[in-house]
Structure formats: C-alpha cells, structure tokens
C-alpha cells in the first residue's frame, strides 16, 4: 500500500510513450500516470518561462537568445577610446526640414535652447509671434487695452509695439505733421486715446521713460517720404470722414490700415519683434477679412489674435466719450460741439459694424471678446502661450479706483552690515519706520476716501472747457466697503515692518513667498565687497548684465526669475478691487515699479528704490496717477516729492 502511493504521488519528468499506437496509428500516451499534451500556446508559455529562467544568476544562457544589440553593452575595441561627438543633421524624411518647429512656451530667463539662449521668441520660430488686431466701434476702450497689453507683455520681456492706425490716419489727412527727427519725444504721444497708460506725476504729465520710434516720421500713400516743411491741404476729420458711404475716405482709411499693417509685419518678420498691436476699430468683416489675406501672403504660419472691446454699460461709454474730447480731433474746439460730432461718428461706425463672431470661427480664426473692460471674457481657439497669457491677463481689468502702495521693509540688521539677503530682523530704526508707515497709510486713506466722494459729487456731464477727468461708474457705497490689504514677503525684516497693521483690524494682512528678496545663492549673507575679492569674475559678470545674470549656487536666483514668479502676483494687484501695501525688498520692489511705469528691461535691475522711500499709484482709466514720498525720520512722516523721477541706483548697498 505505502509503494503504490509513492509511485502515483512520484510523476515522471516526462510522458512515457507506449510502444503500441491505438487504431488511428498515433502513439498512445500512459493513460494512468501522464497528463494529456501541452497545448501549443501552454509549450510557448512554458518556453517563455524558461528563458526568463536561464537569464538569472547562474542558470547559464537563455535558450533562446535576443540579439537586440540594446540588450547588451557594446565595448568599444580600443580601451580609452574618446566619444565621438553628435553631429547635426536631419532624421526626418525630408532634408531640409519642411514642417514647421514646435512652438511651445518660451519665458525669458526660463527656458533655454540652442536657437534662443535667452528665452525669448527666436526669430525662427515665426508661428509663435502674434499680430493683434484690435476691433470695436470708437470709446470702447481699444487704447486702453492695447497700452496695458503692451505694458504687460514688455515686462515679461516680450517685444512689443503699438502700431495705431488712427495717428497715420491723421498725418495722412493732413491734421498732424510729420514728426522731426529734432521734436521732444512727447510730441510722438499728444492723444489721450494713444497715451492710454500714460504714467501722470501728481496730476500733470510725466516726461517718457521709454521713447518707442512707433511713428513714421513721414507718411505717403504714394510711397514716397513727404517733405514736411512742404504745406498740405488738410481732409475733414469730422464724422462725414467716418461715414460707409463715403467711398475716397473709405478708400483712405483701407490704404492707411494696409501700410500699417506693413510695418507690424517689418517689425515681426524682420526686426525681432515678438507681438505687433494693429489698434484700430477694423469694424466690418470686410476690413477683418482684407486684413488675414494680407498677413497670410506675406508670413502664413504667423499667429493673428482679434481682441475686440464691446461696452454696454451707459455710464462707462460716457466716461469714455469724454476721455475722446481731448484728443488731438476736438483739441481747442467747444466740448458739447465736440461731444456731438462725436456721437455722429460713433453712429457712422454703427451704422456698418459686424461684431466678431461667425466668420472668424468658420475660418478658424482665434479671438477674445472684451465686454466692459473685462466684466465678461469670451475666447475662441486660442492657439500658443502668448494668446493664452493674454487672455488670463484681459480677465484681471477692472476700472475701480483703488491706491496700490509699494515700500521696501525697514532697515534691517543685515542693512546696517551691508550683507545680501538673509533674514536679519528690523533694527531699532527699522521698528519705528513701520509705526511710522502706519500712522501715514492711515491717514492717507481716509483722505483719498473723501476726495473720491468730492470728485463724484462734482462730475457733469456733458463735460465743461478743461474737464477732461472721466467720472467712475462705481458707485459711492461701494468706496466705503474696500478694504486695506497689507502684503509681505516670509521674511522676518518684511513682516515686522507690517505689525502695527497686522495690530489693527481694519487691516487684512497677508505674506507672500513670492514677494520674498532674490536670492543671492552662495553669496548669501556676503557683501559687495567680498564678493568682488573673493569671485571678481563673478563679480565683474554681474556687472556687465544685471538682468540675465544668475546667483551661482543652490537657489540662486536672477531679475528674470523674479519677474517669472511675480507673474501671479502682477495679476492678482490687476484684479483686486481693493487697496493695497506691498512690502518686500529692493528687487522685488523694482520689478513691480517696472511693471507700473513701463520701464525698458535695461532700467529694471538699476532702478533706485532706497529703503525709506514710498511709492504709491492710483489706477485711471487713462493709465495711472504717481505719487513718491520720503521717509521723515525726525517728524516720523512721510513727505512728498512733487519731481520725484525714476532714475538709475548709485548705491549698491542701498
């Protein structure tokens, strides 16, 4: 009994064949002790776990080898051999390459790579550069965004530039002269429409920081430069000029359209220009349509974005219409003679206008809809980073007035040791410079509250000779309701100078990582000094280009990071209805005064912001209005500079 269980418990390695074949002449497998034949698909299964069983350790070769030459490392025959360099070429199926390059995100400063070291839109890559036509009938807001867009998008270090139709439409018509090479640079911006952002010092205007060449200084409808001490008749501007029906000035408008489309065009295909702004009304299908096929015979692949500005609301429109009588069309003319020729105008373009809408999308075209400065945000097949951004960026306007402060902490332990980041805790002086900013910021917003309420009260309209400020469309309640942000970085020397608001309940405080001090890597912690004995080339390479420069180290930052991870922020102050007090540090703080003041990128990284000094900006609709005070120590004040200037730093220490 014990055998016969061991021999039926004890299977053979293998199937025993009988000797015997059954009636159909196969042979007959052991019936009692045998399973039945592997299948064919079991065997390859069995096989498949056999090689994987012979490629262990010490199981030997698998039995069926793969001779895939990425199995196995391939030793070069001669030891020490050098690497062979990559050498450029082309595993397309086509040589030269015919498809186009991908055109993914590029953030100057952020992203890197063999056709544009710096980030930004090489030349090359033409489909991600961007036309912009702007549509909409007059005071709808078009210059104003066209400004800010091209603020914004020039501070993420994008090239930009404004092309607007309507000032060649005036040289061409004869209303404007020509501009000399020998005129102020202001002569270049006389319009409220074209200096939408125009930066205004306590009330008056400011003199340009940026001088941008977007006029021609000379334009011909032949072609031809027009001599301009030569006397021209000058053309009706008045809104005959605007009427459909009128087929010469039809005419005119379509000419001047097209040769400034040419130079957006001459800027983005061939003087490194990234976004070219068409800011015009370009109110029918017709003009829209004239427009692409003109775009599409000279660069096909280059991105065309329609941003049009709708406003529904009554009180806004108003606002607008009287920004428009201090154009250079009803310059020195009687305001309500004014005001009705420019509602004759508006009606011409009504009488026309073709909203955006049908054939844009059947033509697969990519456009935003701006209603009411930003209330409502509608967009269509937005293609590539820069229409996204855009569109992110259009849906932070609003018009309601608020103060935005901007201030460097107090000073600090580390200020008085001169030494570059780290997070040293406020001095004795430092402490009173907060107790100081508290008292003023207090003060000055109960101040500002009451002039806005004596500004409403006082508005008329139709508007009276020089009254040229548009009223708010908000209402009076809603200025009593804002509220007082005080935001600062996680460091301590930033929080600190923010306790005596952090103390008061009418106050909303909050830190930011974003708003802390760039970061200066492994000079953490050292001075000017030591830097230029210990790293001179370092030294000397920071020197030559404060901008692109990067701290070496772990973390080390440059300008351009900061301006990268200030993006946020820059939309959130855009989009806030309430007031607000930044308190950071000196890069930071000079990066958001670039972002306000529209500074070129070569002023960013050299902007004088001294500890003590307090910035403050009122967004209006024509731009904003500046303010700058100093620190009073003695008095515990703050005064004002009535000719406060941005200019270049001469303390690096400070």
Same mark, same amino acid.
């Given at each position: 009994?014990?055998?016969?269980?061991?021999?039926? =418990?004890?299977?053979? *390695?293998?199937?025993?064949?009988?000797?015997?074949?059954?009636?159909?002449?196969?042979?007959?497998?052991?019936?009692?002790?045998?399973?039945?034949?592997?299948?064919? =698909?079991?065997?390859?299964?069995?096989?498949?776990?056999?090689?994987?069983?012979?490629?262990?350790?010490?199981?030997?070769?698998?039995?069926?080898?793969?001779?895939?030459?990425?199995?196995?490392?391939?030793?070069?025959?001669?030891?020490? !051999?050098?690497?062979?360099?990559?050498?450029?070429? %082309?595993?397309? *199926?086509?040589?030269?390459?015919?498809?186009?390059?991908?055109?993914?995100? %590029?953030?100057?400063?952020?992203?890197?790579?063999?056709?544009?070291?710096?980030?930004?839109?090489?030349?090359?890559?033409?489909?991600?550069?961007?036309?912009?036509?702007?549509?909409?009938?007059?005071?709808?807001?078009?210059?104003?965004? &066209?400004?800010?867009?091209?603020?914004?998008?020039?501070?993420?270090?994008?090239?930009?530039?404004?092309? %607007?139709?309507?000032?060649?439409?005036?040289?061409?018509?004869?209303?404007? !002269?020509?501009?000399?090479?020998?005129?102020?640079?202001?002569?270049?911006?006389?319009?409220?429409?074209?200096?939408?952002?125009?930066?205004?010092?306590?009330?008056?205007?400011?003199?340009?920081?940026?001088?941008?060449?977007?006029?021609?200084?000379?334009?011909?409808?032949?072609?031809?430069?027009?001599?301009?001490?030569?006397?021209?008749?000058?053309?009706?501007?008045?809104?005959?000029?605007?009427?459909?029906?009128?087929?010469?000035?039809?005419?005119?408008?379509?000419?001047?359209?097209?040769?400034?489309?040419?130079?957006?065009?001459?800027?983005?295909?061939?003087?490194?220009?990234?976004?070219?702004?068409?800011?015009? &009304?370009?109110?029918?299908?017709?003009?829209?349509?004239?427009?692409?096929?003109?775009?599409?015979?000279?660069?096909?692949?280059?991105?065309?974005?329609?941003?049009?500005?709708?406003?529904?609301?009554?009180?806004?429109?108003?606002?607008?219409?009287?920004?428009?009588?201090?154009?250079?069309?009803?310059?020195?003319?009687?305001?309500?003679?004014?005001?009705?020729?420019?509602?004759?105008?508006?009606?011409?373009?009504?009488?026309?206008?073709?909203?955006?809408?049908?054939?844009?999308?059947?033509?697969?075209?990519?456009?935003?809809?701006?209603?009411?400065?930003?209330?409502?945000?509608?967009?269509?097949?937005?293609?590539?980073?820069?229409?996204?951004?855009?569109?992110?960026?259009?849906?932070?306007?609003?018009?309601?007035?608020?103060?935005?402060?901007? &201030?460097?902490?107090?000073? !600090?332990?580390?200020?008085?040791?001169?030494?570059?980041?780290?997070?040293?805790?406020?001095?004795?002086?430092?402490?009173?410079?907060?107790?100081?900013?508290?008292?003023?910021?207090?003060?000055?917003?109960?101040?500002?509250?009451?002039?806005?309420?004596?500004?409403?009260?006082? !508005?008329?309209?139709?508007?009276?000779?020089?009254?040229?400020?548009?009223?708010?469309?908000?209402?009076?309640?809603?200025?009593?309701?804002?509220?007082?942000?005080?935001?600062?970085?996680?460091?301590?020397?930033?929080?600190?100078?923010?306790?005596?608001?952090?103390?008061?309940?009418?106050?909303?405080?909050?830190?930011?990582?974003?708003?802390?001090?760039?970061?200066?890597?492994?000079?953490?912690?050292?001075?000017?000094?030591?830097?230029?004995?210990?790293?001179?080339?370092?030294? %000397?390479?920071? *020197?030559?280009?404060?901008?692109?420069?990067?701290?070496?180290?772990?973390?080390?930052?440059?300008?351009?990071?900061?301006?990268?991870?200030?993006?946020?922020?820059?939309?959130?102050? @855009?989009?806030? &209805?309430?007031?607000?007090?930044?308190?950071?540090?000196?890069?930071?703080?000079?990066?958001?005064?670039?972002?306000?003041?529209?500074?070129?990128? /070569?002023?960013?990284?050299?902007? /004088?912001?001294?500890?003590?000094?307090?910035?403050?900006?009122?967004?209006?609709?024509?731009?904003?209005?500046?303010?700058?005070?100093?620190?009073? @120590?003695?008095?515990?004040?703050?005064?004002?500079?009535?000719?406060?200037?941005?200019?270049?730093?001469? /303390?690096?220490?400070?």
């Amino acid at each position: 009994m014990k055998s016969s269980l061991v021999a039926s =418990s004890t299977a053979p *390695s293998s199937p025993t064949i009988n000797s015997l074949e059954n009636g159909f002449g196969v042979p007959r497998h052991h019936e009692t002790l045998l399973p039945p034949a592997a299948q064919p =698909s079991l065997a390859h299964a069995l096989r498949s776990l056999n090689d994987l069983n012979g490629m262990r350790p010490g199981m030997g070769p698998p039995a069926y080898p793969y001779d895939s030459p990425y199995s196995r490392s391939i030793p070069s025959t001669a030891p020490g !051999s050098p690497r062979i360099p990559p050498v450029r070429q %082309n595993s397309g *199926s086509h040589t030269p390459r015919v498809r186009p390059h991908a055109t993914t995100l %590029n953030i100057p400063g952020m992203t890197r790579s063999r056709v544009s070291p710096d980030g930004r839109i090489p030349d090359r890559d033409v489909a991600s550069k961007l036309v912009i036509i702007m549509v909409g009938l007059p005071a709808r807001g078009k210059s104003y965004i &066209t400004k800010k867009l091209h603020r914004y998008l020039s501070w993420q270090q994008h090239s930009t530039r404004i092309f %607007n139709v309507g000032n060649r439409r005036r040289i061409a018509a004869g209303m404007t !002269s020509p501009i000399k090479d020998s005129a102020p640079p202001s002569a270049a911006v006389d319009d409220e429409p074209t200096r939408a952002a125009t930066i205004l010092l306590n009330g008056t205007q400011a003199p340009n920081i940026v001088v941008h060449d977007d006029e021609p200084t000379a334009l011909d409808l032949n072609g031809h430069v027009a001599d301009p001490n030569q006397p021209h008749e000058k053309i009706d501007q008045s809104a005959k000029f605007f009427d459909p029906k009128n087929e010469s000035a039809s005419k005119l408008r379509e000419q001047v359209a097209l040769e400034t489309l040419d130079e957006v065009l001459d800027y983005l295909l061939h003087r490194g220009g990234a976004v070219g702004i068409l800011d015009a &009304t370009n109110s029918t299908i017709q003009r829209r349509k004239l427009l692409v096929d003109h775009i599409r015979s000279k660069e096909p692949k280059l991105g065309i974005l329609f941003i049009e500005s709708i406003c529904t609301d009554q009180n806004l429109l108003e606002a607008n219409m009287r920004l428009k009588l201090s154009g250079p069309d009803y310059k020195d003319k009687d305001p309500v003679k004014s005001l009705e020729d420019f509602k004759q105008r508006v009606k011409a373009y009504e009488s026309a206008y073709q909203p955006i809408g049908k054939w844009e999308e059947d033509n697969d075209l990519q456009y935003i809809q701006m209603i009411d400065v930003g209330r409502k945000v509608v967009h269509h097949r937005l293609k590539g980073f820069l229409s996204g951004g855009i569109a992110s960026y259009l849906t932070t306007f609003n018009l309601s007035p608020r103060q935005i402060w901007i &201030t460097r902490h107090g000073q !600090s332990v580390d200020n008085q040791l001169q030494k570059l980041g780290g997070d040293s805790d406020l001095t004795e002086r430092g402490h009173y410079y907060g107790q100081a900013l508290y008292n003023f910021i207090t003060h000055k917003r109960k101040e500002w509250l009451i002039e806005q309420k004596s500004k409403i009260a006082q !508005s008329s309209f139709p508007p009276q000779p020089g009254d040229h400020t548009p009223p708010y469309p908000e209402l009076n309640q809603e200025l009593d309701d804002k509220n007082f942000c005080i935001w600062t970085s996680m460091l301590k020397r930033s929080a600190q100078t923010a306790e005596y608001f952090d103390a008061d309940e009418d106050y909303d405080v909050k830190a930011w990582e974003m708003l802390n001090e760039l970061n200066a890597g492994t000079f953490e912690g050292m001075t000017y000094e030591e830097i230029a004995q210990k790293y001179p080339e370092e030294y %000397n390479k920071r *020197s030559r280009d404060k901008l692109q420069y990067i701290y070496p180290g772990v973390g080390g930052e440059g300008y351009l990071q900061v301006i990268s991870r200030l993006r946020d922020m820059v939309r959130e102050i @855009e989009r806030i &209805t309430d007031h607000v007090l930044i308190i950071s540090h000196r890069s930071v703080c000079r990066v958001l005064m670039a972002y306000f003041m529209d500074l070129t990128r /070569d002023d960013i990284a050299d902007l /004088d912001v001294p500890l003590g000094i307090l910035y403050a900006i009122e967004p209006k609709p024509y731009g904003i209005e500046f303010h700058a005070y100093k620190y009073n @120590e003695a008095q515990g004040w703050f005064d004002e500079l009535p000719n406060y200037k941005p200019c270049k730093t001469v /303390d690096r220490n400070n």
